[in-house]
């Protein structure tokens, strides 16, 4: 790729945008009030505001490899805290996809170097869902399958963290799992069951 043509591109972006409206980016640089926080992958091949068909302002947007939300890792913790404190939005979803590289090097007992300790987060995953996961005999059902449960664990580090399960109890801020199949282009509702997460794990992480 030819960076100048990401300028090239930019210009004429931007005065697409103008002939449309005007006053776009005037109303563009007066603020965000998005109503979703979604957390995804940092893969090129995702394009979180295409795939949901949204526009600038309308989504809070967070991206690592493999749509981790770590408890000891400052970054994403920091985001949550901002989007759920400071953004006000109504829901969070996790997103992840099938194909997913991170996912995919986490499977393979290979040394990454200094990516080590972030699969280890879901080769965590693995094991405490090795019995289901083993029990699948096609690796690219199981690597699917993988993606899914990664999913929903982050959602449930996501309740874990006490901004979020204080604007749950003050707001009803609902938590989403969601996955997006590169290959028919679709997103697929884990259907996480919200309410049953909060009955099971409040009593162990209850902190507001």
């Given amino acids: 790729m030819n960076?100048?043509?990401?300028?090239?591109?930019?210009?004429?972006?931007?005065?697409?945008?103008?002939?449309?409206d005007i006053h776009y980016f005037n109303k563009l640089s007066m603020g965000q009030k998005p109503q979703v926080f979604y957390i995804g992958c940092s893969d090129s091949r995702v394009t979180a505001e295409e795939l949901m068909g949204v526009g600038p302002g309308e989504v809070f947007i967070y991206r690592n490899i493999a749509n981790m939300i770590p408890n000891s890792d400052l970054s994403s913790q920091s985001v949550v805290s901002y989007a759920v404190s400071y953004l006000n939005v109504k829901h969070i979803v996790v997103c992840g996809h099938y194909n997913c590289g991170g996912v995919k090097a986490a499977m393979e007992s290979t040394d990454l170097g200094l990516i080590n300790p972030w699969l280890r987060n879901i080769r965590d995953i693995y094991r405490l869902h090795r019995e289901e996961l083993n029990s699948i005999s096609d690796d690219v059902l199981r690597y699917d399958r993988l993606v899914e449960l990664n999913?929903?664990?982050?959602?449930?580090?996501?309740?874990?963290?006490?901004?979020?399960?204080?604007?749950?109890k003050e707001r009803q801020l609902s938590v989403h799992g969601w996955v997006f199949d590169m290959r028919t282009g679709k997103l697929k509702d884990l259907k996480f069951d919200f309410a049953k997460v909060l009955d099971e794990i409040m009593e162990i992480y209850r902190i507001v």
Avoid: G, H, P, Y
Avoid at 151 to 168: G, L, P, R, S
């Fill in 151 to 168: 999913v929903m664990e982050q959602c449930v580090n996501v309740i874990k963290t006490a901004d979020v399960q204080k604007a749950i």
């Fill in 3 to 20: 960076l100048n043509s990401i300028f090239e591109n930019n210009s004429r972006w931007a005065q697409k945008k103008l002939e449309t």
